[in-house]
Nanobody, 120 residues
Framework: QVQLVESGGGLVQAGGSLRLSCAAS????????MGWYRQAPGKQRELVAT???????NYADSVKGRFTISRDSAKITVYLLMNSLKPEDTAVYYC??????????????WGQGTQVTVSS
């Protein structure tokens, strides 16, 4: 069972920055995808930024140029540096990890979520 532990959320003024961290543990299997989603009140959970199996990154259009995802060399900790934050970035941010086992069984894991609040 994979555990994802997030940290780094909080309250920040518009234009400010925050850095989120997510550490994975509990598996010896390679994590295929790992990244961040968010869910604002009354809205569906949406992709923010993620690393895919091939090592490439995907970003939501709304955060491109402002947010940067990175990871450690062991690929079990991911970070999300959020710059130029806007009130519309306010949400609970969830770390996500996906493991795909042979032949094609998908396991999705979620962190407990960390609140990010951007005041105007």
């Amino acid at each position: 069972q994979v555990q994802l532990v997030e940290s780094g959320g909080g309250l920040v003024q518009a234009g400010g920055s925050l850095r989120l961290s997510c550490a994975a543990s509990g598996t010896d299997l390679s994590i295929n995808d790992m990244g961040w989603y968010r869910q604002a009140p009354g809205k569906q959970r949406e992709l923010v930024a993620t690393f895919t199996t091939g090592g490439s990154t995907n970003y939501a259009d709304s955060v491109k140029g402002r947010f940067t995802i990175s990871r450690d060399s062991a690929k079990i900790t991911v970070y999300l540096l959020m710059n130029s934050l806007k009130p519309e970035d306010t949400a609970v941010y969830y770390c996500h990890a996906r493991i795909v086992t042979f032949p094609n069984t998908v396991f999705d894991y979620w962190g407990q979520g960390t609140q990010v609040t951007v005041s105007s």
